[in-house]
């Protein structure tokens, strides 16, 4: 669209945005953050594990590799990101499929909308990934 | 194709991802929770385990079908962010099929993967 | 004269001056604020006494007209519909809506909108154009095929939904809440045939697999339409249309005429009681 007074988009600013905005706009955020490092994750995991096509040998070696402490934090984040990203992820589902949303209504004042309408759907979905990966949690590193 | 359509195979291989990748967690990652349900698997990431899950046909196709949808589900995603900070026409086209590629490219080589570890293990005498 | 309930507030106002500033800048008005005063009048207020080239837009200030949607205070809302008390701030920033060009202080350019809006035919589309030029009778619509889409119709076009999205703010592609929750209103009415050209733009990249329900334009939407809910029904009758599970039926058709016996026991009007000159 050509511009046809001062620019005015917010840009990137305006998907994070903060402050003022709704709870779900915290969790849109969220989701494209975990979104983002499961790939990351998922493509150098892919190199990872494809070397038991090559042999015990060079198998054994890049476990050694990524052992210890540190890849096993970097593991546990990559456990939590999903546990919420799978989680909201079927918040999303029911949503954009158009079934936690709700029949359209009269509007009458004080408004309720489709975002009041599934506030407790996002608060359980916090609920249930925080308790997957708390659960994650204790098996990474109690019960191991 | 258009929009829709992508995303509508975005949602399908999202379920996909939730039922397996659920599975690839539970069996892989969280060894005291199978523990629990009385199935105490040997090392899940030791060689010995690797061989025996490269041999079964099960394992074999779900890690396929995962690699798959994942990538899909991912590449899609990660697509909508890109077109959503407003590229060029030119700009699009290059997303569009680079990430087709790459996508493409990593499916292959995971299948490749899949496929050769068979082969690996029984060469190694697992 | 200040009373024991006005209150001292201060406007911080964004203002642009084309082609004399380079930038927006903020600028800020002492005003005393009375009981019950919207952030409109407080606007009035300030232009007539300290900033006279104040520009904004506005018109029938009871919410009907979504004119002046403005930043206040960081939110999308509309001016007319938003006392300065409900605020419960001393400070009072109003900026032009964003993700909309400038035109001048506090007026955005609304015309993209309306231009995705015509885009989205947004009118009932059938194939008999005689019936619609020439009415003979209304067309045939249950209560409850109209709570459809009644809630989608009260949509006063004010862009707080755009403003407050935050796929708009980077996508000039995205069609955008307004819009598309419009083609839904048009979509959900019995009365239409036209969901097959509307599919032509909905099922593509500026259609509503950009949204990614933030939820935003419901929350600021002062109008209650809930673009976000429209958005989402949409998606769920396209995506039934591609799996072919959508049901498809024809457009309602025109009311039959009432039948049975005319009572021939109605009274005669009374005589008029006044006559024309």
Redesign the interface.
């Given at each position: 669209?050509q511009?046809?007074?001062?620019?005015?988009?917010?840009?990137?600013?305006?998907?994070v945005?903060g402050?003022?905005?709704?709870f779900?706009?915290y969790m849109?955020t969220l989701?494209?953050l975990s979104?983002?490092a499961?790939?990351v994750y998922?493509?150098m995991h892919?190199?990872v594990?494809?070397t038991?096509?090559?042999?015990?040998d060079a198998?054994?070696q890049t476990?050694s590799v990524v052992s210890g402490p540190l890849f096993t934090m970097g593991?546990y984040l990559v456990?939590a990101a999903?546990a919420f990203h799978?989680v909201n992820?079927?918040r999303?589902?029911a949503?954009?499929?158009?079934?936690a949303?709700?029949?359209?209504?009269?509007?009458?004042?004080p408004?309720?909308?489709?975002?009041g309408g599934q506030r407790r759907l996002a608060r359980a979905v916090l609920m249930i990934a925080f308790v997957v990966a708390l659960?994650?949690g204790?098996?990474?590193f109690?019960?191991? | 194709m258009r929009d829709r359509t992508l995303w509508t195979w975005h949602i399908g291989a999202g379920a996909v991802i939730l039922v397996l990748l659920g599975l690839h967690m539970v069996i892989m990652h969280l060894s005291g929770t199978l523990g629990f349900l009385g199935v105490q698997d040997a090392e899940p990431t030791g060689w010995a385990s690797v061989a025996a899950r490269a041999g079964s046909l099960f394992f074999t196709l779900t890690y396929v079908a995962l690699l798959g949808a994942a990538l899909y589900h991912g590449f899609y995603g990660f697509r909508n962010i890109l077109m959503e900070l407003n590229p060029g026409r030119t700009v699009r086209s290059v997303i569009n099929v680079g990430l087709s590629v790459v996508g493409l490219a990593l499916f292959a080589f995971g299948t490749w993967a899949a496929l050769a570890a068979p082969g690996a293990a029984t060469m190694a005498g697992g | 004269m200040a009373g024991s309930n006005t209150k001292q507030v201060t406007f911080h106002l964004r203002r642009f001056e084309p082609g004399k500033d380079a930038e927006p800048h903020w600028e800020d008005h002492s005003i005393e604020v009375t009981p019950g005063m919207t952030v409109l009048d407080g606007l009035w207020k300030v232009k007539e006494l300290s900033a006279p080239s104040l520009a904004w837009r506005s018109s029938c200030r009871m919410g009907i007209c979504g004119s002046c949607g403005m930043l206040i205070n960081g939110r999308p809302r509309l001016a007319c519909n938003t006392q300065v008390s409900e605020l419960g701030s001393a400070i009072v920033a109003v900026a032009p809506l964003p993700n909309f060009d400038i035109i001048k202080d506090l007026v955005p350019d609304l015309r993209p909108i309306f231009e995705t809006h015509r885009e989205m035919l947004p009118y009932l589309l059938r194939d008999d154009t005689a019936e619609q030029e020439d009415p003979t009778r209304e067309y045939r619509q249950t209560p409850h095929e109209l709570e459809q889409y009644l809630q989608f119709s009260y949509c006063i076009k004010c862009g707080c939904c755009m403003a407050a999205c935050p796929t708009v703010a980077t996508d000039a592609q995205y069609a955008g809440p307004m819009p598309l929750g419009q083609a839904h209103r048009y979509d959900s009415d019995t009365r239409d045939a036209g969901f097959d050209r509307r599919r032509e733009v909905l099922a593509g990249g500026s259609g509503p697999w950009r949204c990614h329900f933030a939820g935003e334009c419901s929350q600021v939407c002062p109008k209650g339409v809930d673009p976000a809910k429209a958005i989402q029904l949409m998606k769920r009758q396209l995506v039934s249309d591609l799996l072919r599970l959508r049901r498809r039926t024809p457009p309602a058709a025109v009311a039959e005429a009432p039948h049975g016996t005319m009572r021939d026991d109605i009274p005669a009007a009374p005589p008029r009681t006044v006559t024309e000159a």
């Open positions: 669209m511009t046809r007074g001062h620019p005015n988009r917010l840009g990137i600013r305006g998907w945005g402050g003022r905005w709704g779900e706009r849109y989701h494209r979104g983002l499961l790939l998922f493509t892919i190199f594990t494809s038991r096509a090559v042999g015990p198998w054994k476990m593991e456990f999903f799978a992820g079927i999303l589902g949503i954009e499929l158009g079934f949303v709700g029949r359209p209504i009269e509007p009458v004042y408004y309720q909308t489709s975002v659960w994650g204790l098996d990474f109690v019960w191991k | - | -």
